[in-house]
């Protein structure tokens, strides 16, 4: 059971590439989430996913796309980075049962430069 | 809207000695609110959840915390910290109503536990 995992642990980019960060879990989870991490900002939701076949905007959407490809799978597409998309972004899966929390992955580390 | 917010950025505490990290919310309902840890360069942890009953709530490794509708509160302790707990702390919210299961952080507050 290895819960929620994230692939690439990081990345380098040049401005206007782009690339997909992949995210699996394997708990059944319905929902599942992409988020950013900032220095004093915490983490700022930019996608999510309450169920397979359905995604919806969080916060910060803007410069990302999602996929959620089936009930384990979500992935994130930049499709043209920007240096402001520098930081590092986590996935989560959460359960739609009584318990509430959230699963993080490992997170990715992306730069752009 | 919903918001977190924790007011410090960090907090130093000596090992052994209780600990506190503040934590206020705004929902438009009811709160389910929750702590997680982060360590240097891993994934965020949970730590303990308050959804209802008690306001005192008990998670891992010893931490607690306690939920006041009043003032709107759910600050994190630790009766005796050690170094080990020195970590990143996030304090989040969601919306009980909100059927999209989002949760709202805080910014983070660093734990420096010295020996």
């Known amino acids: 059971n290895a819960g929620v995992t994230q692939t690439p642990k990081f990345q380098v980019l040049k401005t206007g590439q782009s690339m997909t960060l992949q995210c699996a879990q394997d708990m059944n989870h319905n929902s599942m989430y992409w988020y950013r991490q900032d220095p004093g900002m915490g983490l700022r939701l930019i996608y999510y996913?309450?169920?397979?076949?359905?995604?919806d905007k969080g916060e910060v959407p803007n410069g990302y796309n999602v996929s959620r490809l089936n009930k384990r799978e979500f992935s994130l597409r930049l499709e043209s980075a920007a240096p402001s998309q520098t930081s590092v972004y986590f996935c989560a899966s959460q359960s739609q049962g009584f318990s509430y929390e959230q699963y993080f992955g490992p997170g990715t580390r992306l730069t752009v430069t | 809207a919903q918001s977190v917010a924790q007011p410090e950025d960090q907090v130093n505490v000596a090992e052994g000695n209780p600990l506190t990290v503040k934590c206020t919310y705004s929902v438009s309902g009811n709160p389910y609110l929750f702590w997680y840890v982060q360590y240097p360069n891993r994934g965020l942890q949970f730590l303990l959840k308050y959804i209802t009953g008690d306001n005192l709530v008990k998670g891992s490794y010893g931490f607690e915390a306690e939920f006041n509708k009043s003032q709107t509160s759910f600050h994190l302790k630790k009766p005796s910290a050690l170094v080990s707990d020195s970590a990143l702390y996030f304090c989040?919210?969601?919306?009980?109503?909100?059927?999209?299961?989002?949760?709202?952080f805080g910014s983070g507050t660093r734990l420096l536990v010295r020996p």
């Open positions: 996913s309450a169920s397979e076949g359905t995604t």
């Open positions: 989040a919210v969601r919306d009980i109503g909100d059927s999209s299961y989002k949760l709202i």
